[in-house]
């Protein structure tokens, strides 16, 4: 019986080990910080109707950076006026390294 404790206790530990190294392995993706400056603005009217926003992002690059944050975009953006939705869209206007 002890054997058999001892046994899954071994068993435990060494998944343990390989659950952590592969949790390190993933902590490991290599992030860049970018700044990544949308427009958000109404189409009938126009890009320069906008308002833009600068938001910090960290994405292994900048092409990822504009295309997660512009995704995200809609979670901050109004685009229901009542009942009936409102013309809205996203454009990047300047990415950039973030110090």
Do not use: W
């Amino acid at each position: 019986m002890r054997a058999l404790v001892i046994g899954a206790a071994l068993t435990a530990l060494a998944l343990l080990a390989a659950a952590s190294s592969q949790a390190a392995d993933t902590m490991k993706t290599g992030l860049k910080p970018f700044n990544v400056t949308i427009r958000v603005f109404d189409p009938t009217k126009g890009v320069e109707s906008g308002r833009d926003y600068v938001l910090p992002v960290d994405s292994p690059d900048e092409e990822h950076a504009i295309a997660s944050t512009t995704a995200n975009a809609a979670s901050f953006t109004t685009t229901m006026g009542g009942a009936r939705p409102l013309p809205v869209a996203f454009t990047c206007i300047k990415i950039e390294p973030r110090p």
